[in-house]
């Protein structure tokens, strides 16, 4: 088998049939695994009546219990990862097989498209050419979408989705195999077509969902950036990279834990001690006149004084 596409699914068969249809017509030989995450749908039935599939059905767990389950049974020598709701672009397994085939490289990566719910495109992101793959995926510049991504198995044997990561597993898992140092080869089109739409994803969370993804956020960067240090590669350039996406979160964490933020905010002053506040006019004369805590108070007050008079 040259390439093993694996689609966790939940109660998303208004998408699944056009995700599904995306990966077929593939000259290579394709093995399409979906994994029903106990749907209540009749995403089973639907599936059962597929016959070039291969079909597993759990109780509800979630994608990285899905995902882990179909990579045990995965015979391809190159691997992708698809969610329910979006799409591969056409001729874009064959073409990142060939390359990947051509060039011994162990990830082929690609752009993306982002459409509709009525499948029409509404931007186009290219792959952007950079150097460094690690800074690249810790927050350099866009690091495309990892279901643009054709993964060599061998590469990410020993690479599972983490469930104690669920919101942000495939960050995770990107960031990790880029440890890995891998070969890699750029398909110049876009390999995928990623959906907007109204319907609830994973990554779309609020309230206590949104806390929990933002803490495993900041542990994924701890994570990532001690094992560079021991490797004494956590270079300069890679710790820019790395605030770009902690700064951020400094500030949405401050919304509802200001200690969490403050310590957040002090570790990208260790990292980065000459890190100045992107932040510009009035605010940015507040964050460096009263400072991070006391700022952050400040528009948790505006907030709140917002929301009494919606």
Known sequence: MDVTIIIPTYNRLWSLPAAIESCRNTKCATEIIVVDDGSTDDTWDWLQQQKDLVILQQPNRGKCWAVNEAFALAKGKYVRFLDSDDCLNEFANDEQFTIAEDSLSDIVVSGYKIINEQYNLISLQRWVECDDFIAQQLGECDGSHYSSFLFRKSLIDDLPHRPDYAYRDDRLFILEAALKKPKIA??????????????????????????????????????????????????????????????????????????????????????????EIPAKGLLGLAYNGLGFRVTERILSMQRLIKNAWK
């Open 186 to 275: 750029v398909h110049t089109g876009t390999a995928l077509s990623h959906m907007l739409h109204s319907k609830p994803r994973l990554q779309d969370s609020a309230g206590i969902k949104q806390i929990v993804q933002n803490f495993q956020h900041v542990n994924i960067y701890k994570q990532i950036l001690m094992q560079l240090e021991q490797h004494e590669e956590l270079t300069s350039r890679r710790i820019k990279a790395a605030v770009n996406v902690l700064w951020p979160l400094s500030h949405w964490i401050a919304k509802y834990d200001i200690k969490e933020a403050e310590a957040l905010f002090q570790w990208i002053i260790e990292l980065s001690p000459d890190f």
